[in-house]
């Protein structure tokens, strides 16, 4: 009895020792295997078997895309200003032999050289450089990092300047610097605006003027055309008039002679005829010779008369 004791016991230690032995890597990480304190293998995504007591797994770690957010460090630019900046970077493991046995604490040794790379690239720049060149600065530090850091099998990905704070004088003279540009903006968008509306409102007068002008000149066109259309209408009707006086007496005459008057007659009728023709405006008439003698008798008739 005592004896089947022992071997349920023994099977039971054998295998939660088969049980040890077995390992599954999730998806993204990478375990490394070393045995007898040496490196084996490293472990990617699945199911894995190793010795028992003699394998063991040393390190297992993310092969994810990881950030690291750095404390504030106080740097010097070129032209002697001392500021606290605070480094996000982002980095990610590419070789896991290299980072678990490159160098020691490798997030210690990341956060250490990113110091050192901020300042010495901020000593060659000055305040306001600084301040406007970050993309600069982050593409120098990412550029210098990632090579610092391929031998430990990590790829820096992306460097970022989270805050940069300046001395508080420095900033009150920003703050200043600030508000007297503001001020000056505001005073050139005010002096620009007076002078748009002065120049909108002399460009009003101004069209008001040529608009006024135009009007004048067309209503000068169109009385000049109103009176030269009446002057046309009273010529027209002036000489329809003597038309009709001159057909009014050719018919009569021509009724005279239907009725069979004489030749002198005829005549006078036909003096009268040149007389209305005349209308009193002429100073002269001429008279055919063979109505003279017609004229001298009708000009002693009308005396007499009178």
């Not at 032999?97 to 956060?111: D, N, Q, S, T």
Request: proline share 4%; charged share 25%.
């Amino acid at each position: 009895m005592g004896g089947l004791v022992v071997v349920f016991v023994l099977l039971i230690v054998v295998l939660l020792i088969l049980g040890s032995c077995i390992k599954i890597v999730p998806q993204a990480q990478a375990a490394i295997v070393e045995r007898l304190g040496g490196y084996l293998t490293t472990w990617s995504v699945g199911m894995h078997f190793k010795l028992p007591i003699i394998d063991r797994v040393a390190r297992r770690m993310s092969l994810k895309e990881q950030v690291a957010d750095f404390a504030p460090q106080p740097v010097i630019t070129k032209d002697n200003v001392t500021m606290m900046i605070n480094t996000v970077v982002f980095f990610q493991i590419t070789d896991p032999k290299l980072y678990a046995y490159g160098v020691e604490r490798p997030l210690m040794a990341i956060e250490n050289l990113t110091a050192t790379t901020l300042r010495n690239i901020i000593g060659e720049l000055e305040l306001d450089q600084t301040l406007t060149s970050r993309e600069t600065i982050n593409t120098k530090m990412r550029s210098t990092l990632d090579v610092a850091t391929d031998p430990w099998g990590i790829k820096v990905t992306r460097v970022e300047l989270k805050d940069i704070t300046p001395p508080k004088p420095i900033q009150e003279s920003m703050e200043k610097q600030m508000k007297a540009e503001r001020d000056k903006r505001a005073a050139i968008l005010e002096a620009e605006g007076q002078k748009q509306s002065v120049i909108l409102e002399a460009e009003g007068r101004k069209q008001s003027m040529v608009l006024n002008a135009e009007a004048e000149k067309q209503a000068t066109i169109l009385a000049a055309e109103a009176e030269k259309e009446k002057e046309i209408r009273v010529a027209e009707g002036q000489a329809e008039a003597i038309l009709k006086i001159q057909q009014a007496t050719a018919d009569g005459i021509r009724l005279l002679k239907d009725a069979g008057a004489d030749e002198a007659v005829l005549k006078l009728k036909s003096i009268d005829a040149f007389e209305k023709a005349a209308d009193g405006q002429a100073t002269k008439l001429i008279i055919p010779a063979e109505l003279s003698g017609v004229a001298s008798v009708a000009s002693a008739i009308k005396d007499f008369i009178k």
